[in-house]
């Protein structure tokens, strides 16, 4: 029997803890790992992920009543911020039951400039769930979470949600599938729907057993098609098509997917579409093959699992969001962690039960939780039982690089802006709560550019403007944002050779020259005449790298060059030890000749600044308005327009343009078309480097504080 022991405080984010007495228990059995559901709910923003969240816990038992966007009451959107503005910013985990399966859910944004959100959930999930909008049907955001659920091989569930819109169409839905995602949809269900006095959607109806079902079913299973080819329809028993339904949505390279029907508000097709996932999705046994083999004998216990997310709470302390995918994490245990090779001892395992965290003692193989007492665990990080440090090889590397895929990765923000305190005694505050959201986000970049004023970059202008709101209602910090900017690089424009003696190194030849495309560098660190130590010369590599992230007229990164370092050593360094305090004079001694050789060839370089491409989506009989103002907009327009949907009822432009000519460009289209229409896909394509002149006035606005 659960007793509850006592209630804290809040912990974060306003939920209440109750700690539970742990109850004896066995390692995870088969049947507990096989009924453990592990789905992310991805779509285009405002198709209804959030509703379908709150509605699965409704109708799970996990809240007295759903919660409702337009109130600001729902359980995932925990932020003021989200809830002033009825978005989604930050992905939230919850844990709810139904026929008895645990089913572990991550809401995920579904703006374009929070896609990193999305990508690092979707890494540690088993199943994806594809929210569309029944009365739009697929959008452009659509296609762009659907390219990422194929990217991480997932199996997926569409619902088309809004069906008790009048104006909703299923059809339109199944050809958009067909057409965007280039998918054959299997329906499951249908809505049932009345149009007296008033349109109603009454029930959905099930479709497992149509005819139309099991032709496509013989088209997409093979073996199903061996077993059951030239049986009546009538005569196919439930339980083979349910397991031909399963194989088909487990397929890795699937050109069908399983399509069910309802609406999140109303309720209707919601508990169906539940037993769907807890049928048809995959348990997390699948993924315990990608581990090294020591993970996978039978009467291992070690512990692997990896931190999707990280997060610190008002004391300042870690809370890591965790998947884990071997052995049983228990309170105390000791973990090491792969990347900063440092160990942790676990303070605290968490499940969060529909906004209420519940403190356990243990979890077993398959879960997501939440673990406290690894303070140096960040985002990415992939965690082992301690004692197993020692016995890891290359091998066993290169497989948790599996696990961690994908959330680690740098993303270069697009769009900066500096930051200032209204006072100088709101500046400390500033500056620890940008650290402390920077390190919950690793896409906000942070560096003080001076005295008191703060450089934050990131990946939309939506962003920026969250960042701010979130410092004023969560931190009380009172500042003012300057005006917003674009990520330019600094590109060479012509070659120089820069030659430098240095007691500690010696000499030091350095030859940098501009390459095309101009979107990486080319380096290389050469000695002659002598010998260094592995380790110390991939130091002087790291510096000769890091110093092109700092470019000389305005600090931001040096795109395009191919840099060649070639030293004369002043003697023979091989019987230097690989300590720090043996490598740090020479890692200092290469910073400032590389640091000094760009400094004094500052008149080699000019602003390069981004191109991007991106969507707009809207009716037909706005395109021709959107487009004329596109082209009033932009000196140099590229655009394609097309129409889709029946009868050419909606348009899509893809159109290209310097991304410093977009600022403010989503909320003139939205004054322009009533927020009909919406801009999508913004992504960089390439640089191109500015003119001499145009970039001397750029760099003289920046450091106005113009531009």
Known sequence: MIVVLCVRETLKRGCMIRRFASRPGNPPSQDQESAIRNIGIVAHVDAGKTSVTERILFECGALRTAGSIKHGTTTTDYLQCERDRGITVNSAFVQTTWNNHTINIIDTPGHLDFNFEVERCLRVLDAAVLVIDGAQGVEAQTVTVWNQIRRYRLPCLIFINKCDRESSSVERCLEGIREELGVEP????????????????????????????????????????????????????PWAITRSLRYVNNLYKNDFVLVCVGSAISGVGVPEFLNHVTELHPSPRRTFSQLPEIFQESRSSAVCGVVFKSSRDSRNSVFCQSRLYAGKLKLREKLFNLRSRSDAVVSGIWSNQAGHKTELSSVGKGEICM???????????VFVSSELKRKIDKEMIE????????????????????????????????????????????????????????????????HLSIVKDRLQSEHGVNCRIRKIRVNFQEALEDSFVYFAEDDVIGSIKIEIESILPARFNRYKVHVNNGRFHKTLLDKLYSSVK????????????????????????????????????????????MDSVMRAAIRENKSMFVLSEPIANFTVEGPNHLSAEVLSDYNS????????????????????????????????????????????ATLTNLKVGNYHAMDREISEQTVRSIRLGLC
């Open 633 to 676: 907009l932009v000196s140099h327009p590229s655009v394609q327009v097309y129409h889709f949907g029946p009868n050419d009822k909606n348009f899509r432009m893809h159109a290209w343009a310097p991304l410093v000519q977009l600022l403010g460009y989503p909320g003139r289209l939205g004054k322009l078309t009533k927020g009909r």
């Open 186 to 237: 299997i329906l499951l269900n249908t809505p049932a729907t009345t149009s007296t006095p008033r349109y109603t959607l009454t029930g959905v109806e099930d479709q497992r057993e149509s005819k139309e079902v099991k032709e496509l079913l013989m088209l997409a299973d093979s073996r199903f098609e061996a077993k059951y080819s030239g049986v009546p329809v009538d005569r196919i028993p």
């Open 371 to 381: 673990i406290s007492g690894c303070e140096d665990f960040r985002t990415g990080d």
């Open 399 to 462: 497989k948790f690089r599996l696990l961690d895929s994908g959330l680690d990765q740098h993303r270069e923000p697009l769009f900066f802006a500096n930051i200032e305190a209204d006072t100088a005694a709101e500046t400390t505050k500033l500056t620890r709560a940008l650290d402390q959201m920077s390190f919950e986000d690793p896409t906000l970049e942070v560096k003080e550019v001076d005295d008191g004023v703060i450089e934050v970059g990131g990946m939309g202008e939506l």
């Open 546 to 589: 890091s110093a092109m992230c700092f470019g000389p007229l305005i600090g931001h990164s040096v795109m395009g060059a191919s840099v060649k370092v070639t030293i004369w050593p002043v003697t023979d360094f091989t019987l230097l030890k690989s300590t720090k305090s043996e490598i740090r004079p020479f890692k200092r001694a």
